[in-house]
């Protein structure tokens, strides 16, 4: 009778230690951080890998709490690939403490980070505006995927490390890696044929997520927000004041943040107000229509 009991009771006990619906299934159990890294590793990995991304859609990445159901995976995984994000810094000493063989891997060792506020209202004489100021309100801006050229740095550190974790499929993923790359390029050159003609031009944002993407393609990112802060009175006159003499017609926001000041903003405008999100799963084709939506709001 203790026989069958512990019988009965095991698969509930795998259940609650995550065992249950996470047995070894031969493949490796890789953490994302945020949802456009899903893209890339599949991209890299296609079925070889399980994959459980930390931060679902929607969610914020810098206040999300990962869910007992998540914890479990961490409990299970093979290795983690951190972006940069200072969520992940406070996750690091917790999952190291519940996964002691879990290899944590940045992907983002050789991409130069830049502050977040390096941008603001174009005009150095504007209480935000010059780039000594911007330093004032930094940190560093986490959104490196969203440049497709520092994302082709990313997939390389994804694939070279998946190869160190899986040599038998070494082949698959560097042959997926050479696809991927073909895919970011033709991605650019996508984006070129929508930006190109509006290079030097400058676009509004709520959230200062996209200065990355204007790096990149030669354009002025306009936030509203800096480092989490919204703008003050007289901050926001300005903003008013730079779009009206800009002829901005579209003020951009995240899914993620209040648009409060962006239509506060875009009232005073006659603007409209667009959703783009930085985070959406289907990165490359996110990527091409945000282009075409920032080169229309600037015919």
Known sequence: MQKFVIALLLPVFLACSGQGDLRDTGRLSVLVSVVPQKYFVEKIAGDLVELTVLIPPGASPTTYEISPSDMRRVNMADVWFTIGLQREVTWIPEFSSLNDHLQMVSTIDDVARLPIGRYG???EHTERGSHDDAHDHSGV???????????????????????ELDPVNSGIYSENLTLFLEEIHDLQIRIHQSIDPFQGESFMVFHPAWGYFADEF?????????????????????????????????????????????????????????????????????LASVAEQIASAME
């Open 121 to 123: 209202i174009p005009d």
């Open 141 to 163: 801006d986490p959104h490196v995927w969203l440049s497709p050229e520092l994302v082709s740095i990313q997939a390389r550190a994804i694939c070279t490390n998946l190869i």
């Open 218 to 286: 030669s354009l002025i990112q306009v936030p509203i927000e800096i480092a989490g802060s919204e703008p003050s009175p007289s901050e926001l006159a300005q903003l008013i004041d730079y779009g009206k003499n800009s002829s901005i017609k579209v003020v951009f926001v995240s899914p993620q943040f209040s648009e409060i000041s962006a239509e506060t903003i875009a009232g005073e405008l006659d603007a409209g107000v667009i959703f783009i999100d930085p985070l959406a799963l289907n990165w490359a084709e996110n």
